[in-house]
């Protein structure tokens, strides 16, 4: 490798390194489950996005093996040519009948979903308004647009409509209004029940991000548009299959237009390779359980009320969480990797959440309520976060 390459690379991960900020992602050695082997160890698993287990779950795995008997390991192509089998338009009418919507595209991961449909529908002259705590893979898409940028404070409906009237004001072409359904660092939900009438009343069109909202929010995980009863009243409603689905992929459910038009128009659905069979397969059936069964749903909710309250009880602070999404705030940066490192030697495993992720002097350990959490398993890391939180003196 260049010399010059290799020692500006060198350094760059030292002062990554003397910031704290350096990844060394541990190991998970088999699935993720509430007892997970992560670098040896068996821990308690309170940091996967699986909401409801199903990365794991019988059905998903014995369709994938099917799906690769029938259908083999790769799809051989990109979908426009060759690489669109049956079962892709399969899992995209899944998609649509699950969220209530005409039709949906199934992209490779949300990340591509975003950085391929928002520039997709952005051209010199429009307005995007977005919150100002979204993804980064939504940053990421409006980066490639030549759009004009207007940010609204968090879960702000009173500026989004300053915005919205501020934007009119410039006569665009098109506005678009872009939040997270479910923001994933705070556990809080974005108000489209004001939100939407909102966008509505300026004549802007709404593209919700529920990534953390498929297979939590609303009548059996059908999302924060579900949950809210704006459901035909959001243009794009974009989701991945890597969280609460167990499985992965990115999608758009919107109308039949919206789906061609997308198809036609974004690059990352155009120039990638389709999904390998066993995943489109998995996908499916999460689906298929989904609808078929609210238990995995209401078992997710039934844990994350006892996980918090009990947490109040010990006076930890879990911030403006309303979701599984479970912030135990430390603010200070040193105690919450502190806190996560004692944890983990406890058989704990939960991460902490530091700057650059949330704001300096709001660090945080992040902990995800699963669904296939047992009463047991609850109270183990009740206890390990009691000790190890009074011992760093979080609480008292
Ligand atoms: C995780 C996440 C994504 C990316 O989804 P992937 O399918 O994992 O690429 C997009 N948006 C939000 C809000 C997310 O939390």
């Not at 939040?179 to 709404?206: H, R, W």
């Not at 010990?314 to 996560?340: C, H, Q, W």
């Not at 709001?362 to 699963?370: C, N, T």
Request: with cysteine.
């Amino acid at each position: 490798m260049n010399e010059q390459l290799q020692n500006d690379l060198k350094a760059e991960l030292e002062a990554l390194e003397a910031q704290n900020l350096l990844w060394n992602p541990k190991t998970l050695e088999g699935p993720s489950s509430p007892r997970s082997m992560v670098a040896g160890k068996e821990v308690l698993m309170l940091c996967s996005n699986n909401y409801l287990g199903l990365s794991n779950q019988r059905l998903l795995k014995k369709s994938a093996i099917e799906a690769v008997r029938k259908y083999g390991a790769g799809s051989g192509s990109v979908r426009p040519i060759a690489g669109t089998m049956d079962l892709h338009l399969k899992l995209e009418e899944s998609i649509a009948r699950f969220k209530h919507t005409e039709d949906a595209l199934y992209y490779n991961t949300g990340f591509t979903a975003n950085s391929g449909a928002i520039p997709a529908l952005l051209r010199e002259g429009d307005i995007v308004i977005s919150d100002e705590l979204n993804h980064g893979s939504i940053i990421d898409g409006v980066r490639l647009t030549k759009a004009e940028r207007m940010i609204f404070k968090h879960r702000d409906a009173g500026e989004l409509e300053t915005k919205l009237k501020e934007a009119r004001a410039k006569n665009p072409k098109r506005i678009l209004v872009i939040t997270d359904g479910v923001f994933s660092m705070d556990g809080d939900v974005a108000p489209l029940d004001k939100i939407v009438p909102l966008a509505e009343q300026y004549n802007a069109c709404t593209y919700v991000d529920d990534a953390h909202g498929d297979g939590v929010m609303g009548e059996g995980g059908r999302g924060t548009v579900n949950h809210f009863k704006v459901e035909g009243r959001v243009d794009m409603d974009m989701g991945t299959f890597s969280k609460g689905f167990g499985t992965m992929g990115g999608f758009i459910a919107c109308t039949k237009i919206a789906k061609k038009y997308l198809l036609n128009k974004s690059r990352t659905w155009l120039l990638t390779g389709s999904h390998p069979p066993a995943v489109v397969a998995a996908s499916i059936a999460a689906l298929e359980l989904l609808e078929n069964n609210d238990k995995f749903v209401k078992k997710l909710w039934r844990n994350t009320k006892y996980f918090k309250k009990r947490l109040k009880e010990l006076n930890f602070d879990t911030g403006e969480s309303t979701t599984p999404i479970t912030p135990v705030m430390t603010y200070d940066e040193g105690k919450a990797r502190r806190m996560s490192e004692r944890l983990f030697e406890e058989g704990v495993y939960a991460l902490p959440i530091v700057f650059p992720m949330v704001a300096k002097g709001k660090a945080r350990l992040r902990m995800m309520v699963r669904a296939d959490l047992s009463k047991e398993d609850l109270d183990f890391a009740i206890e390990k976060i009691e000790k190890v939180g009074k011992e760093l003196e979080i609480v008292k």
